[in-house]
């Protein structure tokens, strides 16, 4: 593929990550909320940084893990794989010459990179687009009660945009929960690296692969735990985040998996001329060639049939 669009492609999935994430491009919507509502109501519980599973830590993993196991997959399956199977072609590109081993690594690890910029474009954008409330909401906005006449008889429903008198940046992220984007980040790097489990080829023990799958998936499992247990997100908004991730692995695995650089052709040897035999040598038995002298002398010695002239 053309390396230029790729690289333009990159550069502008990076930038709309960012401005997504560190500027105010894209206004977050406002959702109400009722009165007293205990969905919302959980304790605050800190920031980001005092988790259990900080963003740095999650963000560290989803980056370092994929890339070592990537690098250890591909290393592994290429130097394990029969010397027939192997790859010796040198591959030129615009620029510059490429081993099929290090193409197939540059190439693994640059989708990766992008679907991991893509999810997270993916998970900012649902949580601009609905605007909905994480269990600690109420803690951070503390609205009064009592002037957004919420003593009334009757679920109250509050759709001032000035009814929260917390801290604005606390009350602009308890509005961004669906989707967990920490949890749609660890889904993508499992789900994407789960494919290293295809490449290598495990004899002998048939249990090798399925533990590195739950080995793979359980941190995963665990953040979005951790973000539920700590009144961070609902159970839906873990959920949605798993299913995004998910979702933008597969769709960006699959092609890869059914590419022919994943399941390279043996090298086949021509045939020796010493064993081959020639073609000009008669069948060594064939039932059709003695079966027409046998007829032809039968009637040679039966002599002419009665009644012919």
């Known amino acids: 593929a053309p ?3 790729a690289l333009v492609i990159m550069a502008g999935t990076v930038l709309l ?34 988790s259990r599973a900080p963003p740095v830590l999650v963000y560290s993993l989803v980056t370092a893990v994929p890339t070592v196991l990537i690098l250890v997959g591909e290393l592994a399956a290429f130097f394990c794989r029969p010397w027939g199977r192997q790859e010796k072609t040198i591959i030129s590109g615009q620029c510059c010459y490429f081993i099929p081993l290090l193409r197939r690594i540059v190439r693994f690890l640059g989708v990766y990179s992008f679907g991991l910029f893509t999810t997270t474009i993916f998970a900012n954008a649902g949580q601009v687009v609905t605007g909905n409330q994480t269990p600690h909401f109420l803690s ?6 009592t002037a957004l006449g919420c003593q009334l008889p009757g679920p109250q429903y509050i759709t001032d ?10 009350v602009m992220a308890a509005r961004k929960a669906f989707p967990s984007k920490d949890a749609a980040l660890s889904a993508y790097a499992v789900v994407y690296t789960m494919y290293v489990t295809l490449v290598l080829e495990v004899r002998g023990s048939r249990l090798a692969k399925p533990s590195l799958c739950l080995a793979l998936a359980a941190p995963a499992v665990l953040v979005g735990v951790v973000r539920v247990a700590e009144h961070r997100n609902h159970w839906a908004d ?29 090298h086949s040897r021509p045939p020796t001329q ?6 000009s040598l008669p069948a060594p038995y064939s039932p059709q060639h003695t079966q027409a002298p046998t007829q032809e002398t039968s009637q040679a010695h039966a002599g002419p049939t009665p009644g012919t002239s």
């Open 3 to 5: 390396l230029l669009p």
């Open 17 to 50: 990550a960012y401005h997504f994430e560190y500027t105010d491009t894209f206004p977050v919507h406002i959702q109400g909320f009722f009165c007293y509502d205990r969905a919302y109501a959980k304790p605050y519980p800190g920031p980001e940084d005092t």
């Open 140 to 145: 951070v906005c503390r609205p009064n009660y």
């Open 161 to 170: 945009r000035g009814a929260c008198a917390g801290n604005p940046a606390l």
């Open 238 to 266: 873990v959920l949605a985040g798993f299913l995004t991730g998910t979702a933008i692995a597969a769709f960006l695995v699959s092609p890869l998996m059914a590419s022919p650089e994943m399941h390279p052709k043996p």
């Open 274 to 279: 010493g064993h081959s035999l020639p073609s």
